[in-house]
């Protein structure tokens, strides 16, 4: 069963009023006084919380703002154009939005404790509440660096005159606060199936190692890794199959830690409507995979397409190469299986045939990059209308066996055993079957398997959110996102690469976001990071 927060009335968090404590409460509308009566009524505004963490819009943007997704235009493609400026769309809403979901957790735990709710279902409501609020704050952190910060729900004068605090206690924060909530917590097998999707343990440490990898703190990430491996905090195991890890029929699977869920006729996402082919049930294509991710799905015999002996062939690119490439990206010719099973062929390169999906130079309807995307399809959506069901995983186990390959590479403790026990797990679960894939080669030095460790979390977590992260983290967005990103084999007469408009990353601002301006027209006390032009 889906978790019940997809099924409230989202104005519940909108009636609390500030009240004087000598004024009677009204009873014909909803305030602090009257509303905190009963569990139903606590958990819809908790409800209302899972619900304003994250979403299906800012799950797909934020893999456009990599080298991964090209985008045709928006609020992101102006980011990686170079032009964003403090009243840039996605920088006001990401804000907004954060702050929008603190509001809701800390009005949350300034008020439960006035429901009559058994004592330890309450703390264990409470927990789930801290850890949407401290996801939040880290998720403002990373965008903005300093940032506003406060536990308890600030009058609006307050926010008038606050300054911003600095990254590190901020994050520090956030780190505390997981670690006092996490015993308060039940683990993935002691939910009930009623409460699929909840926060648990295994939540609240796999987030606590992110905050650590995003530091390159490697000794704490290694540490907090093996615990999650060790079973310290509840069961996980790769799925064996990765392409159904993202079917419908298999949510809340062994691997899954914490994910944002959908009801097929409740609560649905379209986003990628503008993603797949149009023979298939597309619209108009926003968004597509850049040839440079294509390039990083090595061969089956485990070399990169570009090193000797990998039996690469420019003519036929996608033979023989890394089976999560199939999983997740639509090439000319691909196999689109339908929902009834059988198989079409998706036509995409120039001269080749009368497809809607074929290539033309910008064109609307067609992908910008000669490619659409598979990973993420519903087979259960209805056609022509892409209102997906489909689940959209936040944390899944392979990250957690990622992170703790790329800590240990870090520490200089890469072995076999490490080895087997991530990169080589998860390439058998891809479907890799030559030795040379799959065993550890213990003549590669640490600089050698950072490669090999960072293009195989590309491939693995490809379309999940998680690639401008990295790219920030390991300082090479000033490399990847300067410059005309590619698509297919599809120009000149199918002789070069497509290239597409110019990308541009400054070292010296972009790491961080400016400051909404509407933001600062409100408070003078909200500085403006390095280099924006407001």
């Given at each position: 069963?889906?978790r ?5 009335i989202s ?7 500030s ?19 009963s ?6 505004v908790l409800?209302?919380?899972?619900n ?6 800012y ?7 990599s080298?991964?997704?090209?985008q045709?235009t928006?609020?992101?493609k102006t980011?990686s154009?170079g032009l964003?400026?403090?009243?840039n769309?996605?920088?006001?809403g ?6 929008r ?15 009559p ?12 509440a ?8 880290f998720r403002?952190a990373n965008?903005?660096?300093?940032v ?5 729900d600030p009058?609006?004068?307050e926010?008038?005159?606050m300054?911003r605090k600095p ?6 924060w956030?780190?505390?606060e997981?670690n006092?909530?996490?015993?308060d917590?039940p ?11 909840r ?12 905050t ?16 999650i ?6 069961e996980?195991?790769?799925?064996p ?6 079917l419908p ?8 830690i914490f994910?944002i ?6 609560r649905t ?7 797949i ?16 991710l ?25 033979i ?12 000319d ?9 059988t ?8 001269g080749?045939?009368?497809s809607?999906?074929i ?10 990059t000669?490619?659409y995307l ?5 087979p ?10 489909l ?7 392979a990250d ?16 076999k055993t ?7 797990a ?7 079957v030559?030795?040379n ?5 213990a ?9 090999v ?6 491939c693995?977590?490809a379309?999940?959110?998680?690639r401008i992260f ?16 590619h ?6 007469n199918n ?8 990308r541009?990353f ?19 006390n909200l ?8």
């Amino acid at each position: 069963m889906k978790r019940v927060n997809y099924f409230i009335i989202s104005i519940l968090c909108l009636f609390l009023a500030s009240c004087n404590d000598l004024e009677q409460y009204p009873i014909d509308r909803f305030t602090d006084g009257n509303y905190w009566t009963s569990y139903e009524k606590a958990s819809a505004v908790l409800s209302q919380g899972y619900n304003q963490m994250y979403g299906s819009g800012y799950f797909f943007s934020t893999e456009m703002l990599s080298d991964n997704l090209w985008q045709k235009t928006g609020n992101e493609k102006t980011i990686s154009a170079g032009l964003a400026d403090a009243a840039n769309g996605r920088f006001s809403g990401e804000w907004a939005d954060c702050y929008r979901g603190i509001k809701t957790c800390n009005i949350f735990l300034e008020n439960v404790d006035r429901a009559p709710i058994d004592p330890i279902l309450k703390n264990r409501m409470k927990a789930e509440a801290r850890f949407i609020r401290a996801f939040l704050f880290f998720r403002l952190a990373n965008w903005y660096g300093d940032v506003l910060h406060f536990e308890k729900d600030p009058s609006l004068a307050e926010t008038r005159v606050m300054s911003r605090k600095p990254y590190a206690e901020v994050v520090s924060w956030v780190r505390s606060e997981l670690n006092a909530i996490k015993d308060d917590l039940p683990t993935k097998q002691q939910y009930a199936a009623a409460d699929n999707g909840r926060i648990t343990k295994g939540t609240v440490m796999t987030f606590l190692a992110r905050t650590y990898l995003y530091e390159n703190n490697w000794a704490n990430v290694a540490s907090t890794c093996e615990d999650i491996i060790g079973k310290k905090y509840g069961e996980y195991a790769l799925f064996p199959s990765y392409e159904g890890l993202f079917l419908p029929e298999n949510e809340y699977n062994s691997e899954v830690i914490f994910d944002i869920g959908y009801v097929l006729g409740v609560r649905t996402w379209g986003d990628y409507w503008d993603a797949i082919p149009n023979s298939v049930g597309g619209r108009v294509n926003g968004f597509s995979p850049t040839q440079e991710l294509v390039d990083d799905y090595i061969m089956m015999n485990g070399k990169t397409i570009k090193a000797d002996g990998s039996g690469y062939n420019e003519n036929t690119p996608y033979i023989n190469r890394d089976p999560r490439l199939d999983a997740t990206i639509v090439y000319d010719g691909y196999k689109w299986k339908k929902p009834d099973g059988t198989l079409a062929t998706i036509t995409i390169k120039p001269g080749t045939g009368t497809s809607n999906d074929i290539y033309v130079s910008g064109n609307q309807t067609s992908s910008a990059t000669g490619y659409y995307l598979r990973k993420w399809y519903d087979p259960t959506a209805p056609i022509n209308n892409i209102a997906a069901g489909l689940n959209l995983i936040l944390m899944r186990y392979a990250d957690v066996l990622l992170m703790y390959a790329e800590a240990k590479n870090e520490l200089g403790q890469m072995n076999k055993t490490v080895w087997d026990q991530t990169i080589r797990a998860l390439r058998v679960r891809a479907g890799f079957v030559d030795p040379n894939a799959l065993e550890f080669d213990a003549s590669l030095n640490q600089s050698a398997l950072r490669d090999v460790i960072r293009r195989e979390r590309r491939c693995e977590l490809a379309i999940e959110g998680t690639r401008i992260f990295d790219i920030r983290r390991w300082k090479t967005a000033e490399v990847v996102l300067n410059g005309k990103p590619h698509g297919a084999r599809f120009a000149n007469n199918n002789t070069s690469y497509i290239e597409l408009e110019v990308r541009t990353f400054n070292k010296d601002r972009d790491y961080l976001w400016a400051v909404p301006q509407a933001e600062r027209d409100k408070n003078p006390n909200l500085d403006q990071n390095p280099n924006y032009s407001k």
